[in-house]
């Protein structure tokens, strides 16, 4: 695949004066590079044979085995200024125009050379193998000032860049500029950036350079990492740039250069650049281009999505994916960045955590929230090597096999209604109430298409697990209240929603109540009744009358319309003695219906004598209409004989606080109730038998 890491493009027309030699393109897979071209000259300049110059000439292009063209590019170049250099050439009958130009100034004539670039990539994949001419270049008119000078030269070269299955892995690098070395003995650098040095085995480098001379070898070097190169006998130490073709092992190629060295010895693993010097005492050379190609051990990053786990109603998704290092040469470092996105919308990074080695691979998961501005079915990318910016960070054999895809349906539950509430009071006191939850079926969900069941927690209706099976027929406690969890859920998808109701099974307050209470009236307002006194019975009986609201009413239609209620109810008068007050039980909370229970109103006596005789009529002291708080008796002597706090009924019989029988005859009582306070007197008599 094509890496490219940095491209200096200039129109035609814009020039900068001895272009540096910078990095053009990079290319890593099973890659290697050849290099055409021929001269333009007849003969060998400055040898004192005719001043004339070709206007086409011819090469072979000949790459043995299956192969795959990926880039080729032409370069032309000759004597004369930009303004006098011949832009629009002729390919095998096809016009090529320079799509950008190089110029330089030799300082010791001050005279100008021009180099031209274009990419022929597609013309030369469709010709293959065969005989390339280059025509149409005319400097006929330019050279004449050059001639003297033997700096009069024009020629043509095409870099290919090709792909074949059976080479090594290795990543092969063009740099281009115009940079020359002029006779003047000084030493030109040209630093070659963006390599790394994984492999030293083929590792070599192609120049194309102009106007070298074959019989000018003074004080000319070539130089590489600092140690002198050379490929004897064609390219000899001290004349490296000498008109030949390595590639054809040819010496003819007049006033140019296209040669290859090996360069496995000048380099160390590790390398991330390389520096070429060139250095002439009298030669003129123009280096155009330089190919450099390295065997590489490179790993080969891929990433598959294994599993998309998704949960109904939950923008949330864990993605389980494996990273893989195969069809590689070397280890893939730990690090190595990841990127997921929806629609092509970043939405999470990961790394891996460990090396790689060759052939093997590691596990990941990750959850990913996926924004609400992304459609519910979105394309899931999984990309290896892309820090998010989709930049990689490792150098790979092949660049274009680093993500997968998946098709990811967000799913979300079916619309829910929630059914109300349902309240019913326990009317037959029967300790439940019996509930129909049939009708919440349709409340929950009009649809055709899903299961819809009840449950008593909601953990049990999330989980579909444990549902209710009498929906027509659902006890509930009586004073108690009890949710109702329900789950809809759609048949297709298997994805649920739950809502809830509530049911309240009501209790009448004071049910166990059989008779009316009783109450007396005031002892100095024997007209009037406080009929608070009814809360203060039922507190006695029942624990739960804190809870329960009391009104009162004189009939029963208005206690049950709830009309017309008693409010003067401290000192209320009856219309006569005894009569009945229909109270109104409400409970402050929902847990409760309402009552009515009866209270009974009297005009109260205080018996005068009581006869213990066993015959179960007047044997005690019955009070138990006064719901006195405490009752004393005392004898003749004002000794008190007996006493009794609250809950006095007729527990006195006549005997004393030894439980011993007192003597019949008269005694005297104090006994109180919430509001006052009775003094009198009791016979007891025994019936002499």
């Known amino acids: 695949m094509i890496k490219i890491l940095r491209i200096f493009i200039l129109l035609s027309g814009i020039v900068a004066h001895s272009q540096q030699v910078t990095l053009f393109k990079q290319y890593t897979g099973?890659?290697?590079?050849?290099?055409?071209?021929?001269?333009?000259?007849?003969?060998?300049?400055?040898?004192?044979?005719?001043?004339?110059?070709?206007?086409?000439?011819?090469?072979?292009?000949?790459?043995?085995?299956?192969?795959?063209?990926?880039?080729?590019?032409?370069?032309?170049?000759?004597?004369?200024?930009?303004?006098?250099?011949?832009?629009?050439?002729?390919l095998n009958g096809t016009p090529i125009t320079a799509q950008r130009t190089f110029t330089v100034t030799a300082s010791q004539t001050d005279l100008p050379f021009f180099g031209a670039f274009a990419d022929v990539t597609s013309l030369v994949e469709a010709t293959g193998n065969g005989t390339y001419t280059l025509s149409d270049l005319d400097l006929t008119n330019v050279i004449p000032p050059y001639c003297p000078t033997g700096s009069n030269y024009a020629g043509w070269s095409i870099v290919i860049i090709y792909e074949n299955l059976t080479l090594p892995n290795r990543v092969v690098s063009l740099y281009e500029g115009f940079q020359i070395a002029d006779g003047s003995g000084a030493t030109v650098a040209i630093t070659l950036n963006g390599l790394d040095v994984?492999?030293?085995?083929?590792?070599?480098?192609?120049?194309?350079?102009?106007?070298?001379?074959?019989?000018?070898?003074?004080?000319?070097?070539?130089?590489?990492?600092?140690?002198?190169?050379?490929?004897?006998?064609?390219?000899?130490?001290?004349?490296?740039?000498?008109?030949?073709?390595?590639?054809?092992?040819?010496?003819?190629?007049?006033?140019?250069?296209?040669?290859?060295?090996?360069?496995?010895?000048?380099?160390?693993?590790?390398?991330?650049?390389?520096?070429?010097?060139?250095?002439?005492g009298q030669d003129l050379v123009i280096i155009n281009n330089i190919v450099v190609a390295l065997s590489s051990l490179f790993a080969d990053a891929t990433i598959e999505i294994n599993e998309v786990d998704i949960e109904c109603n939950s923008r949330k998704i864990q993605v389980d994916y494996t990273v893989y290092n195969s069809n590689s040469t070397g280890r893939l470092v730990a690090k190595v960045p990841i990127a997921f996105y929806a629609d092509d919308v970043l939405v999470g990074t990961t790394q891996t955590k460990s090396s790689i080695d060759i052939n093997e691979f590691e596990k990941g998961t990750i959850t990913l929230t996926i924004p609400e501005t992304i459609d519910n079915n979105f394309t899931l990318t999984a990309r290896v090597d892309d820090d998010g910016t989709q930049t990689g960070t490792v150098i790979e054999i092949d660049e274009n096999n680093n993500e997968d895809t998946e098709k990811v349906q967000l799913i979300e539950g079916p619309e829910v209604n929630k059914p109300t509430d349902m309240t019913a009071c326990d009317e037959d006191e029967t300790g439940v109430v019996v509930f129909d939850l049939t009708s919440k079926i349709n409340q929950a969900s009009t649809s055709n298409n899903v299961t819809i069941t009840f449950h008593e927690n909601k953990n049990d209706a999330t989980a579909g697990i444990k549902s209710i099976k009498n929906i027509e027929s659902y006890d509930v406690k009586s004073h108690s209240s009890q949710t109702i969890w329900v789950r809809v859920e759609d048949n297709e998808t298997g994805c649920a929603n739950v809502t809830s109701f509530k049911l309240t099974a009501q209790m009448k307050p004071f049910t166990e109540l059989t008779e009316p209470l009783m109450i007396c009236n005031y002892k100095d307002k024997p007209l009037e009744v406080n009929l608070t006194l009814a809360q203060i019975l039922l507190s006695r009986m029942f624990s739960y009358v804190d809870e329960?609201?009391?009104?009162?009413?004189?009939?029963?239609?208005?206690?049950?319309?709830?009309?017309?209620?008693?409010?003067?109810?401290?000192n209320y008068q009856p219309p006569s003695f005894p009569y009945i007050i229909y109270i109104r039980a409400s409970g402050t909370s929902d847990l409760w219906c309402d009552n009515i229970i009866e209270l009974q109103v009297n005009d109260c006596i205080v018996p005068k004598g009581i006869s213990p005789n066993g015959d179960g009529m007047n044997d005690g002291f019955n009070l138990e209409i006064f719901n006195l708080i405490e009752l004393k008796i005392f004898n003749r002597y004002g000794m008190e004989v007996y006493y009794h706090g609250e809950g006095y009924i007729d527990q006195w019989k006549g005997q004393d606080k030894n439980n011993r029988k007192l003597p019949g005859g008269t005694y005297y009582y104090i006994f109180k109730t919430l509001f006052d306070t009775y003094i009198g007197y009791v016979y007891v008599i025994y019936e002499v038998k």
């Open 30 to 90: 099973n890659y290697d590079f050849y290099m055409i071209g021929n001269t333009m000259n007849t003969v060998a300049n400055g040898t004192g044979g005719p001043c004339t110059i070709l206007t086409q000439s011819s090469a072979a292009l000949n790459i043995n085995g299956s192969h795959t063209i990926q880039g080729a590019f032409l370069y032309w170049s000759g004597s004369g200024s930009l303004a006098e250099a011949d832009l629009n050439v002729q």
């Open 198 to 280: 994984t492999n030293l085995n083929n590792a070599k480098v192609g120049f194309l350079a102009w106007e070298g001379d074959e019989n000018i070898a003074v004080s000319e070097e070539l130089r590489i990492n600092g140690k002198l190169i050379s490929n004897p006998p064609l390219n000899p130490s001290n004349n490296v740039f000498n008109c030949t073709n390595t590639f054809t092992n040819s010496s003819n190629l007049w006033n140019m250069d296209l040669d290859y060295f090996q360069i496995g010895n000048v380099l160390s693993l590790g390398d991330t650049s390389m520096t070429v010097q060139v250095k002439t």
């Open 548 to 570: 329960i609201e009391l009104k009162f009413f004189e009939t029963q239609s208005d206690a049950e319309s709830n009309i017309n209620e008693i409010l003067n109810v401290t």
